[in-house]
């Protein structure tokens, strides 16, 4: 924190810490609910996944990768 680019090197080195996962089994999970499960995804239900903001809307805070919501309520928490 006492660098001049800390809270941004921060907030750069947590984004691909976290999120490179969070995508590879968002593909996982989209290809088993297509293939396995035979359920359709919404491109609003992709767009708030791939964003991480699915934490703000009370129906899908769940997220579509199991055990996500924790991923959408430490985003919101960096956001604000």
Do not use: K
Not at 6 to 35: D, E, K, N, Q
Request: contains cysteine; charged residues 10%; aromatic residues 24%.
């Amino acid at each position: 924190m006492d660098r001049s680019d800390g809270l941004s090197h921060f907030y750069i080195r947590r984004f691909f810490r976290i999120i490179p996962l969070f995508y590879t089994m968002l593909c996982f999970w989209l290809i088993v609910r297509a293939f396995y499960f035979h359920a359709s995804t919404s491109f609003s239900d992709i767009t708030l996944n791939t964003s991480c903001l699915f934490g703000l809307l009370p129906q899908s805070h769940e997220g579509l990768v199991w055990a996500s919501w924790s991923i959408g309520v430490e985003w919101i928490f960096y956001i604000f």
